[in-house]
């Protein structure tokens, strides 16, 4: 299993237009094969933070759906970004 988490950052007063815009992004992840969640959400606390949850099944589905990226829209609003993958090897309940 594949998880893509972090954090990207956009003016402040942009971070609701930005995440209005990636709601179809959100609909064909969640429909793509392999995909096992995907969300984009905005900070409680910082308002320019937008935090980035994925979980895949393998690396082929990520890179099938992934593609070239976000559009170039998009990616110009991104002002910093943290984000990694990890692989998890396995999974228990808390």
Do not use: H
């Amino acid at each position: 299993m594949i998880i893509i988490s972090g954090k990207l950052w956009v003016d402040a007063g942009d971070r609701d237009a930005y995440l209005a815009g990636c709601t179809e992004v959100v609909k064909q992840a969640r429909a793509a094969a392999g995909c096992l969640d995907f969300a984009l959400s905005a900070d409680l606390i910082e308002l320019d933070r937008i935090n980035v949850y994925e979980r895949w099944e393998t690396d082929e589905d990520l890179a099938r759906f992934r593609g070239a990226g976000p559009e170039p829209e998009q990616t110009a609003q991104i002002r910093d970004a943290e984000v990694s993958k990890y692989r998890i090897s396995g999974v228990e309940a808390p």
